[in-house]
C-alpha cells in the first residue's frame, strides 16, 4: 500500500507540477549524469525549456526560471565542485552580479576557483554571459588564476589602505590584461567539451548542422525502430 500511495503521489506531481517536478528530480541527482541525461530527455518530450548554467542567474540547484523554463545547476557540471558553486553563488547574491572575469576571479577565493573548476565551468558555457569566447578563456586561464590568487593576497596583507582601498591608479595597475586575438572553438569542438562535463549534449548535437538534409532523406529508420 506505502508504495502505491508513493507511486500515485509521485504521478500526480509530474502531472499537475511538471516543472517542479522535474526541477526537483534533476537536484535530487545532480551527482548522475545518466539520470540527468533522461530528465532533460523528458523535459525535452513535454515542452519544458532546460536552460544552459549561467554565472548570472544559475545556482547551486536546478530552479525554475520563467514561464516554462528550468535553469541548470552549477553543482551538476562535473568537477565544479559544490562547496566551489555554493561560494561563488553566495559572493554574487551577497555583492551582486559578476562585471565580467577579472571581477569574478577578484571576488573568489582562489581555492574555490582552480584550474580545474575554471575549465569545468567553461566547458560547461557558465562564462558565456561575461565572455562568449570559451578558447580565449582557457587561452588565459593562468592570467585569471594568478589575478585572483593576487587579489585575495591583497586583500589579507592590508595593502588595500585603513579606509578600504588603494588609489585608481594602483588598482588598474594590478588589473591584467587578457589576450585579445584568439579564436573561439568551432561548434563540435564546443560541442564535445561541453558533453565531457555535462555527459550528455545539453545546448546542441553534433547533427543539429545537418537536420535540414536529414529531414529530406526518405530512407532513413530510427534506430529505437530497429
Same mark, same amino acid.
Given at each position: 500500500?506505502?508504495?502505491?500511495?508513493?507511486?500515485?503521489?509521485?504521478?500526480?506531481?509530474?502531472?499537475?507540477?511538471?516543472?517542479?517536478?522535474?526541477?526537483?528530480?534533476?537536484?535530487?541527482?545532480?551527482?548522475?549524469?545518466?539520470?540527468?541525461?533522461?530528465?532533460?530527455?523528458?523535459?525535452?518530450?513535454?515542452?519544458?525549456?532546460?536552460?544552459? @548554467?549561467?554565472?548570472?542567474?544559475?545556482?547551486?540547484?536546478?530552479?525554475?526560471?520563467?514561464?516554462?523554463?528550468?535553469?541548470?545547476?552549477?553543482?551538476?557540471?562535473?568537477?565544479?565542485?559544490?562547496?566551489?558553486?555554493?561560494?561563488?553563488?553566495?559572493?554574487?547574491?551577497?555583492?551582486?552580479?559578476?562585471?565580467?572575469? =577579472?571581477?569574478?576571479?577578484?571576488?573568489?577565493? @582562489?581555492?574555490?576557483?582552480?584550474?580545474?573548476?575554471?575549465?569545468?565551468?567553461?566547458?560547461?558555457?557558465?562564462?558565456?554571459?561575461?565572455?562568449?569566447?570559451?578558447?580565449?578563456?582557457?587561452? $588565459? *586561464?593562468?592570467?585569471?588564476?594568478?589575478?585572483?590568487?593576487?587579489?585575495?593576497?591583497?586583500?589579507? *596583507? $592590508?595593502?588595500?589602505?585603513?579606509?578600504?582601498?588603494?588609489?585608481?591608479?594602483?588598482?588598474?595597475?594590478?588589473? @591584467?590584461?587578457?589576450?585579445?586575438?584568439?579564436? $573561439?572553438?568551432? *561548434?563540435?569542438?564546443?560541442?564535445?567539451?561541453? =558533453?565531457?562535463?555535462?555527459?550528455?549534449?545539453?545546448?546542441?548535437?553534433? =547533427?543539429?548542422?545537418?537536420?535540414?538534409?536529414?529531414?529530406?532523406?526518405?530512407?532513413?529508420? @530510427?534506430?529505437? *525502430?530497429?
Amino acid at each position: 500500500v506505502a508504495y502505491a500511495l508513493v507511486a500515485w503521489q509521485t504521478a500526480y506531481l509530474k502531472a499537475h507540477y511538471p516543472r517542479q517536478f522535474m526541477a526537483a528530480s534533476m537536484t535530487q541527482d545532480r551527482g548522475n549524469q545518466e539520470r540527468l541525461a533522461v530528465y532533460v530527455r523528458e523535459c525535452r518530450r513535454v515542452g519544458i525549456k532546460v536552460l544552459a @548554467p549561467d554565472i548570472a542567474k544559475s545556482d547551486v540547484m536546478f530552479k525554475l526560471e520563467g514561464d516554462n523554463s528550468i535553469r541548470y545547476a552549477l553543482t551538476a557540471i562535473k568537477g565544479a565542485g559544490s562547496d566551489a558553486m555554493q561560494a561563488i553563488v553566495d559572493e554574487r547574491e551577497a555583492n551582486g552580479a559578476y562585471a565580467d572575469l =577579472l571581477d569574478l576571479f577578484g571576488r573568489i577565493e @582562489p581555492r574555490y576557483l582552480t584550474k580545474r573548476q575554471l575549465e569545468a565551468l567553461t566547458f560547461a558555457g557558465v562564462f558565456d554571459s561575461l565572455e562568449p569566447n570559451r578558447a580565449k578563456i582557457i587561452a $588565459n *586561464s593562468e592570467l585569471l588564476l594568478a589575478h585572483g590568487h593576487a587579489a585575495f593576497e591583497a586583500k589579507n *596583507s $592590508n595593502q588595500i589602505g585603513l579606509f578600504g582601498g588603494g588609489s585608481e591608479a594602483e588598482s588598474e595597475a594590478m588589473t @591584467p590584461t587578457l589576450s585579445d586575438n584568439i579564436e $573561439n572553438w568551432d *561548434s563540435f569542438t564546443q560541442l564535445d567539451k561541453e =558533453l565531457s562535463v555535462f555527459g550528455f549534449y545539453l545546448q546542441g548535437h553534433p =547533427l543539429d548542422a545537418y537536420a535540414q538534409q536529414l529531414a529530406r532523406r526518405t530512407d532513413l529508420v @530510427p534506430v529505437n *525502430s530497429v
